[in-house]
């Protein structure tokens, strides 16, 4: 089972919606698209369902072009954030409503319909109408649905985003492990990085209609491909910082310096593009090797655990993720660290040069 975009694209009067995309999903896998709002996400899931047709391109399933075929006449299920219910039926009949369609026999539909739902949390709810329902629940009837349909392509687009956190974070563990057991190809969509990562699988990153990057989630998490790549896998999105190659230095902003070594010492000297993930910017230091920058304390925003750490580094936005409850200077010049061994560099074009060493190590 699989299936394939080749060259699919898509524009709307002129206008760009996804730039030309080669993509193959294979059965019994979990494929994400990450990326913000407006990145093309919907837009990619559609044309892979039927809903839309390319305007350039075609789309294979099993090997047949089905470009242009209609989604009634293929294998699909989809789920979206908004929940979409039957309203007059209960959620039992919601839920059986498209194994009776399929004509599945009395018992088994009874048996998936209670397997489901006991799965997903339902089962006090079977005899009552979705709008009796909170807005987490009618979700978990939505995607209850789809899951007992037994599809070939399951789309989620952001199918988590309207439950509690409890239950989210429930089903990020259950997801992936159910869909590999169906053998079904599903594809699902989140703007949040931590996500993709917990569901594993492939990640398809996304920016202003591209795929910048597919393969497995955690080796793009790892190894970006470029500067873009790793600005959509990170939340805060990655930092960034101009830096300069000399001899066997590596020289920073703040007239800060490194020794390179490893792949670094065969980089050509010049200028480059270091990034680092904000989880990697410390208030304090914890190494002997890092970095000591200042840059101006903007905004703090405490999580529970952790703090957001917003500053101004001589016009470059920084944002540092760090653990605990601190009470910092706003508006003040405040030291930071960053470890050298967490610093991605990348050329003239944001194309990934050298990942950090500590990726390398994983």
Request: hydrophobic letters at 40%.
């Amino acid at each position: 089972m699989a299936l394939e975009l080749k060259g699919v694209a898509k524009s709307v009067e002129g206008q760009t919606h996804i730039h030309p995309t080669d993509l193959t999903l294979e059965g019994g896998t979990m494929n994400v698209l990450l990326g913000p709002t407006l990145a093309g996400k919907t837009s990619l899931m559609r044309l892979m369902a039927g809903l839309d047709v390319p305007s350039e391109g075609r789309v294979f399933w099993n090997g047949t072009d089905v470009t242009g075929v209609r989604v009634q006449d293929r294998g699909v299920a989809m789920v979206y954030q908004q929940f979409i219910n039957y309203p007059t039926m209960s959620v039992y009949e919601n839920i059986a409503s498209p194994m009776r369609l399929m004509g599945v026999n009395r018992v088994d539909l009874d048996r998936r319909v209670r397997e489901t739902a006991e799965m997903l949390k339902l089962t006090p709810m079977l005899d009552r109408k979705p709008l009796e329902l909170s807005g987490g629940q009618q979700q978990r009837c939505a995607l209850a649905r789809a899951l007992v349909k037994d599809a070939g392509l399951v789309l989620l687009d952001e199918p988590l985003a309207n439950l509690d956190y409890k239950l989210r974070e429930e089903l990020r563990v259950e997801i992936p492990r159910i869909f590999e057991a169906s053998g079904a190809i599903f594809v699902y969509a989140t703007t949040e990085p931590e996500e993709a990562l917990l569901l594993g699988g492939n990640t398809a990153t996304l920016w202003e209609g591209r795929v910048t990057q597919f393969g497995p989630t955690a080796q793009v998490y790892r190894r970006p491909v470029d500067a873009t790549t790793a600005r959509v896998f990170s939340d805060p999105p990655m930092n960034f910082l101009q830096v300069s190659k000399t001899g066997a230095r590596l020289m920073f902003g703040d007239g800060q310096s490194a020794p390179v070594s490893g792949r670094l010492a065969d980089l050509p000297d010049g200028r480059y593009t270091a990034g680092f993930r904000p989880n990697h910017l410390e208030i304090r230091q914890h190494s002997a090797e890092a970095l000591r920058f200042t840059a101006r304390l903007s905004v703090t925003e405490l999580t529970g655990s952790e703090t957001f750490v917003h500053l101004d580094h001589h016009g470059e936005p920084w944002v540092g993720v760090v653990h605990g409850v601190h009470d910092l200077p706003l508006g003040e010049e405040i030291p930071v660290w960053l470890d050298p061994r967490h610093v991605y560099i990348f050329g003239a074009g944001g194309e990934l040069i050298v990942p950090a060493a500590y990726a390398l190590a994983a």
